[in-house]
């Protein structure tokens, strides 16, 4: 009972993707000539707003062959699943190998790690069949290397087939998830090209980011790895912080306090309930550049938007709305937990900040940003659009 690398794991990888799979959700119902034709046209669109958005932007990719090498893949639900477990095993080796040499020392450790690495497994993958119903694009930051796609299941197949790996970190890559850009675009009733479009400047906004900026990968990387280096692998000490978090898990919801947990976490947040102080250090630098990419890239998609997206301002509405009015209560729960809250704000935040700084000093001004990890903006600046432009956009 090993996971798919053949060796002692934290996941058993495969059944992740195999559970996710199994309980997924259905796209919305569309015939085989409607899907492959929304297939060519996220294609042609992500071509499309690749120069939009460097035009608008005047950020260009270091070289031809960066942006070559992050290719854009229109996957399902299914396709997404196997393509963020592929990037979850490269991200989180570092973590797999303190937990190996920890079980090493383990009287019990072979049927334990194994069995636990099957409950995991399922676990993951019930988590993922919940988050691929809600993914429109994605930049995968820490994708694997090529090959980076299986052979199609059929020549006939319309969608990209992401590989499970294990693989060597690649530079990233984009995935556009057709079926849930065509269930968003029917439950707002908005124009499906425009829609489309608008998605795809929003996403190839964050591949512009990446490859315009050689540094900024291998910065989030760091402070990644340096946030799993942190990761408290005693089960004593999780479950004391468990413990506290235990009895606020209902923290943020409708008729809730904003009760406090632990050295002030937030309690209903699973990835802040098992946070250590010097991981909050470290979360809270991730936190402004991850509110900084995503600002900037709900700027971009409203700023190109009017020239090229006819309909902008009424999709910008329907979304908004739709973010605004958020889900059913199991909904809520889920994303309290999972941190999906935090990560609306970040699109918020970001934004207000973005076009603060853009407003005072310009787009060349805002540019400054992208020189060093120096030059980011630290988590108070991002609520402080003006203590940056008085240390660097000046």
Not at 62 to 87: E, I, K, M, Q, Y
Not at 159 to 185: M, T, Y
Not at 261 to 278: D, K, T, Y
Not at 297 to 313: K, Q, R
């Amino acid at each position: 009972m090993t996971s798919a690398s053949g060796g002692a794991d934290m996941v058993d990888w495969n059944l992740a993707v195999a559970t996710a799979t199994r309980l997924v959700r259905p796209g919305p119902e569309v015939s085989r000539a409607e899907a492959a034709a929304v297939v060519a046209e996220l294609r042609r669109h992500a071509l499309e707003a690749e120069e939009h958005v460097r035009a608008f932007t005047g950020m260009r990719s270091s070289s031809l062959a960066a942006a070559a090498a992050t290719p854009v893949l229109v996957v399902d639900r299914p396709g997404w699943v196997r393509a963020n477990v592929a990037g979850f095993r490269t991200v989180v080796q570092p973590l797999v190998d303190k937990l190996q040499a920890r079980r090493a020392s383990s009287p019990a450790a072979g049927v334990l790690g194994a069995v636990g690495e099957k409950a995991t497994g399922i676990e993951v993958g019930a988590l993922l069949a919940f988050l691929a119903t809600k993914v429109l694009g994605q930049y995968e930051t820490f994708a694997p290397g090529e090959p980076s796609l299986e052979a199609p299941d059929s020549p006939a197949a319309l969608f990209d087939k992401p590989r499970l790996g294990p693989e060597s970190p690649g530079p990233g890559r984009l995935l556009l998830v057709a079926p849930n850009i065509v269930h968003v675009e029917r439950e707002l009733d908005v124009d499906p090209s425009d829609f489309r479009l608008w998605v795809c400047l929003h996403e190839e906004t964050h591949r512009t980011q990446f490859t315009a900026v050689p540094w900024l990968r291998d910065h989030i990387q760091s402070e990644v790895q340096s946030f799993l280096a942190e990761t408290d692998v005693d089960p004593g000490a999780l479950l004391e912080r468990l413990r506290d978090a235990a009895g606020s898990l209902g923290a943020g919801l409708p008729g809730a306090g904003n009760r406090e947990g632990r050295e002030g976490a937030s309690a209903g947040n699973l990835l802040e309930i098992v946070q250590s102080p010097a991981q909050r250090e470290i979360l809270g630098r991730l936190t402004a550049v991850m509110s900084l990419l995503e600002g900037h890239a709900d700027v971009v998609m409203d700023g190109v938007g009017p020239a090229v997206v006819p309909t902008v301002a009424e999709i910008r509405e329907k979304f908004q709305q739709r973010r605004d009015r958020g889900a059913n209560r199991l909904d809520l729960v889920l994303r309290r937990l999972l941190g999906m809250d935090a990560k609306l704000r970040q699109y918020q935040d970001g934004a207000v900040f973005v076009r603060a700084v853009v407003e005072e000093v310009g787009m060349e001004g805002f540019n400054r940003v992208w020189t060093s990890p120096n030059t980011l903006p630290t988590k108070d600046e991002i609520h402080d659009p003006a203590a940056w432009v008085a240390r660097v956009g000046r």
